[in-house]
């Protein structure tokens, strides 16, 4: 097994799922602060009447454990600390956009924000590890939700360039590797928190913000996304050529299998990567509109029309490298009805993989399936690809002695590896491989501690109780053994 010389060994977290610290030091709340895992179809809003708005209200009967997290905005180093000593040589994370500018819409930023990150970086640096920092994880200020309908209004995209002006020009040579959207590509499927979009105009049901959101308005997210994302690009080579700026999606999509060789089959496959992938990743890297989605709004009676500026700005500025998560893998059967959540598409079972995850999450795993993903997106984008998230969450807690022997997450780390070390000799360009997430974070899909990922163990659990104190795996001793050798040790 042999990696490049230069491949980014590290790993990946989220601000809203590790650093708390959310109303604090001028931070306002964003989507990520008023719902108990992504997947949550109650967020903590409320229509009032005399308003005609929604605000926040948050749901005394459930733990918002993501308002303290692991308590990272105050213990950064000694965490970043750890990870120095698996040899990380990168470390992703996002900027919590409502800790720049806290309601979104401010003229001018939150300087106390500013120089948090700032510190972070640098401490990054001076541990030898490169910054990838996403600027929106599921992050969008709760204002711009509530006051303007969150993506689906242009006026975000004037907001939003204001907000990566800012930090782009503040981190000037700090940060070399920007993501633009982390997972955008979810706002079919959640576009509350993937885009920030809720209807606010004459919601059908006010009890029920995610389900009044209309195709229209996700749509029109999708139509100002786009043009945002152009825009980062731009902005970003503007204010520092030697930067780089690529996209982030979910890509376990792109390893929907055929369930048999039905052409029915096949040919619903190829759809699902469409919709779960290629509608964002077509824009994004080749900077074409998939003439296919023509159709698409033709079915859905939607209107979505690019002007010929916006056509040529999507053109122009395309994104230098193709960044993704990929956890599973899943299969496409005509008469079975696909659902999804944080690890992709679920399909019918697959009786040819070996693995599943513990319960009780029990993801397949698919080592192969990365590879597989690896090939289909090198072959379609011809840009380096960067696997910024890559993990399985295991329900475990300290034994006896104060110790955790996580051995399956020791066998998922090294087959996923294997696999991307074959996909390099397929021809495959990989900037690097970030774990998630390499210290245990609040779950994004669930909401809870329980679903942990990490090499270090933090003591909180689901009722929030627990010291924080971190102690450290079993597997976080191989991974180093691996980074040491730059995966010859596989």
């Known amino acids: 097994m042999k990696f490049p010389e230069k491949f980014m060994w590290g790993g990946a977290i989220a601000a809203n799922q590790y650093e708390g610290a959310w ?62 000593g698996m040899g990380f040589n990168a470390f992703r994370t996002s900027i919590a956009w409502g800790r720049i500018f806290p309601n979104g819409d401010e003229e001018e930023p939150n300087e106390a924000g500013l120089a948090f990150y700032e510190d972070m970086f640098r401490c990054m640096k001076e541990l030898g590890m490169e910054p990838v920092i996403t ?12 006051e303007y309908g969150g993506w689906s209004d242009p006026r975000l995209i004037e907001y939003w360039k204001r907000y990566v002006t800012t930090v782009f020009t503040r981190y000037k040579g700090l940060v070399k590797y920007w993501l633009t959207f982390n997972e955008v590509n979810n706002m079919f499927r ?35 996304i786009l043009v945002a994302n152009a825009e980062t690009v731009r902005l970003g080579h503007e204010i520092d050529p030697d930067c780089q700026v690529g996209c982030m999606l979910t890509s376990s999509s792109v390893a929907t299998y055929p369930y048999n060789c039905d052409p029915a089959n096949v040919f619903g496959a190829l759809e699902s990567q469409r919709m779960a992938n290629f509608y964002f990743g077509d824009p994004f890297c080749l900077g074409i509109i998939p003439a296919y989605l023509k159709k698409v709004w033709k079915e859905q009676g939607v209107t979505v029309e690019f002007t010929e500026e916006e056509r040529e700005l999507i053109k122009k500025y395309t994104v230098d490298f193709f960044s993704f998560s990929y956890y599973r893998s899943s299969t496409y059967d005509l008469e079975y009805i696909m659902r ?6 679920v399909g019918k079972e697959n009786p040819y993989l070996k693995d599943k995850a513990p319960q009780p999450w029990g993801w397949p795993v698919d080592p192969e399936g990365l590879r597989y993903t690896m090939n289909v997106l090198y072959d379609r984008y011809h840009l380096p690809l960067f696997i910024v998230e890559n993990g399985v969450g295991l329900d475990e ?31 495959v360009e990989c900037m690097g491989y970030l774990y998630w997430g390499p210290i245990d974070v609040v779950s994004a899909g669930t909401g809870e501690m329980k679903k942990r990922y990490g090499f270090v163990y933090v003591d909180r659990f689901n009722d929030g109780h627990g010291t924080l104190e971190r102690k450290i795996k079993d597997s976080y ?11 010859e040790k596989l």
Do not use: C
Request: no cysteine; charged share 30%; glycine share 8%.
């Open 135 to 146: 600027l929106s994880h599921y992050e969008t200020p709760l204002h711009l939700v509530t």
């Open 23 to 84: 109303l604090e030091d001028g931070k306002q709340p964003n989507v990520t602060d008023v719902v108990v895992g992504i997947m949550s179809r109650k967020p903590g809003i409320a229509w009032n009447d005399e308003t005609k708005k929604y605000e926040m209200k948050l749901d005394p009967e459930k733990a918002y454990l993501s308002h303290e997290a692991v308590d990272g905005y105050h213990r950064y180093r000694e965490d970043l600390k750890l990870m120095a």
């Open 340 to 345: 999804g959540d944080t690890g992709g598409l």
């Open 397 to 427: 807690n300290l034994d006896e002695k104060g110790e955790i022997h996580d051995t399956f997450r020791v066998h998922y780390i090294e087959e996923h590896l294997k696999n991307v070390a074959l996909a390099l000799e397929d021809g």
């Open 190 to 224: 959640i576009p509350l928190v993937a885009a920030g979009v809720l209807t606010v105009k004459d919601p059908k049901d006010p009890s029920d913000p995610i389900g009044s959101t209309t195709k229209q308005d996700i749509w029109d997210g999708y139509h100002n």
């Open 477 to 487: 001793y191989r991974y180093k053994e691996i980074i040491e050798s730059n995966g």
